[in-house]
Each structure stands twice: as C-alpha cells, then as structure tokens.
C-alpha cells in the first residue's frame, strides 16, 4: 500500500451508504453547494455541463414518494411493494435527481464523452458529500424509465440517470467497500509491431 497524502483521503476512503442507513441531518445549502462545485470539477469536453442535480427536500419528497408509488403499482408490485417503494423516496434526508442533457448533434463532442462528463460530476458530487461527512448513494433501476416518473424530471432532451440519497450515515460501515487493486486497472501500452 502505498502512502498517500492527506489530501487524497476523501478518494481513497469513499463509499456508498444506503437510504436505509441515512438519517437526518441532511447537507445544508451551502455543503450542497460545494458539493455541485466539486462536481462542476470534473472534466467536461467544451465544458458543455450536460447535467443538472435536481433537488428532492421537504414537501416535494411526498410527491416523488406518489410517482414512486405509482410506478410500483403500474410494474404490477402490490400494495406492500408499492408502500416499500414511497418508503425509498421519503427516508433520505435528501435526494439528488440526476439529469443528463446530451447533445447527440454536437460537432466537436460525442454523445460518449457527454456521458463520460456526467459520470465525473456524479463522483465528485459523492466525494465532497463524503468528504464532508454525509454519506450517499447513486441509485437508478428500473423506475427512472418510468414515463410519469422521467417526464416529471426531465425538461425536454434530458434523461433521467436517477438519483443520489444522501444524509448523515447512521452507522459507521464496517469499512470502504472492497475495490480492486490498482494493478488491475493500471496497464502499461505497447505500441504494435509495424512491419
Ligand atoms: C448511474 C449509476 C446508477 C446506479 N444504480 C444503482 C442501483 O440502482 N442500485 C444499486 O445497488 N447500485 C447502483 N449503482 C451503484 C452504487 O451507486 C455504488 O456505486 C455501488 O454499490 C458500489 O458501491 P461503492 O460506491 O461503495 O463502491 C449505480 C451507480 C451509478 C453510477
């Protein structure tokens, strides 16, 4: 194991807490703040910013629990599935919708690299919560294709990626979920043969 600088420790030791370990207090204005201008970090081909974190706090929590509800019961869930669904919706503190607005037609950035943007945001947004103490988690399934769900997210050319819970961990975790080591994904290149 190598030894890291302070300064990478929210990196090194982030990982996902569930709704259902998240209590209150949830992050205040100013940490959410800094937790989209940690995301607004990330690489950004053209610094397009092809995404929006949607804030679900309060009252509107009820409303998403409804559509979330709804969706349970329109899969064919009964009433005890479509309950556990609503619960998803109103146990965080708060929850982060997360929106992509991909320019399939732009003329210098794919759709790809759109995507690829997104993802850094979505990580850096989950490190400065954890850096800041809150855990959270990225959820989607099934429900962020959802018709009355993504079309109460989304305004026209967005895409409903899902959502982030996020709250103060109710327990500490046993310890950050187990990754790979760096050698898995750490390859040296060689260029090929050329006759
Ligand atoms: C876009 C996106 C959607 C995800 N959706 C789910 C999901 O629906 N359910 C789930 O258990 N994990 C989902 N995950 C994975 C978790 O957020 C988390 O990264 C994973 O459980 C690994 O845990 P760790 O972050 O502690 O390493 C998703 C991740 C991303 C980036």
Partial sequence: ?????????????????????????????????????????????????????????????????????????????????????AERALKPPVTVAVVARIDLGHPLVPAHEQWAAVGGAIANFLTAAHALGFGGKM??????????????FCAPGETLLGWIALGTPARKAAGPSRKLDASAVLVDWHPPCRE
């Fill in 1 to 85: 194991m190598n030894t890291a600088p302070a300064s990478l420790d929210a990196l090194l030791t982030r990982y996902s807490v569930g709704p259902k370990h998240l209590v209150e207090p949830g992050p205040s204005d100013a940490q959410l703040a800094l937790m989209a201008e940690a995301a607004l970090r990330a690489p950004d081909h053209a610094e397009l910013v092809p995404y929006r974190f949607k804030l679900v706090r309060g009252a509107a929590k009820q409303g998403m629990a409804g559509l979330f509800a709804d969706a349970a019961r329109a899969a064919g869930k009964g009433g005890e599935g479509a309950t556990l669904d």
């Fill in 139 to 152: 959820l989607s399934g099934a429900k962020v294709r959802d018709a009355a769900i993504a079309a109460a």
